[in-house]
């Protein structure tokens, strides 16, 4: 595993995006958000730094199955609030193909929000899928997978307080002992 972000880096670069957000939204009342499960640590340093009026929600998507490989995006949007006539700004832990902001930016606005705008800690420098771009962005990374600071691979390093980039040769390791442990079952996945 190697650092990519520390501690004091990840912190320093939240600050700026919320500096952005409240220049944005000028104090207006405004409905954050989070991507679960990824966004869960950025959201929490986040909404702690923004000024204005803050609703706060959730939603759900995933697209890693288990893995490093993106799959279905699945979306629940249970615990979701109502959105008609809000300002919405979605918080995700990063723009990689864009296929999930793309799809969120839709439920958003189909339950008639006044404007959704993102905001991203990650975005990696690659091409993207969609025409679609987040708004905010907090730091650009190379096309690694890297887990830490709410990321995660097969829901485990989200805790760890910087951002790291997982080597192939540790993903190759922790999927043996994964399938080790547990076969994998086509129709649970
Ligand atoms: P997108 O729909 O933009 O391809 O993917 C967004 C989601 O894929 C992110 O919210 C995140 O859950 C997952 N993802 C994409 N790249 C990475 C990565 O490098 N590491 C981890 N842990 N998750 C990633
Ligand atoms: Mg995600
Ligand atoms: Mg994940």
């Known amino acids: 595993m190697r650092v990519l972000l520390n501690e ?29 499960t990824g966004s869960v640590v950025l959201f ?40 008609q006539g809000r300002d919405v700004l979605l ?12 799809r969120l930016t839709k439920i958003v606005q189909d339950r008639g929000a006044q404007s959704v705008q993102s905001a991203m800690l990650l975005r990696k420098q690659r091409t993207h899928d969609v025409p679609i771009r987040p708004d905010f962005v907090a730091f650009e990374i190379p096309d690694e997978f890297v887990v830490g600071y709410g990321l995660d691979y097969r829901d485990m390093y989200r805790n760890l307080p910087y951002l790291a980039i997982l080597d192939e040769d540790e993903i190759a390791r922790t999927s043996e002992t994964h399938a080790a442990a547990k076969p994998i079952d086509p129709q649970a996945v």
């Open 91 to 102: 918080v995700d832990d990063i723009f990689d193909t864009g296929r999930t902001l793309e």
């Open 8 to 36: 004091t880096q990840l912190l320093d670069g939240v600050r700026q995006l919320a500096a952005k957000i409240d220049e944005h939204y000028q104090g207006r009342p405004l409905t954050v958000v989070a991507v679960m």
């Open 44 to 83: 929490a340093d986040l909404i702690r730094m923004l000024s204005m009026p803050l609703r706060v929600g959730v939603i759900q998507a995933s697209s890693y199955r288990g893995g490093v490989k993106a799959g279905e995006l699945a979306v629940d949007t249970d615990m979701l609030l109502d959105l």
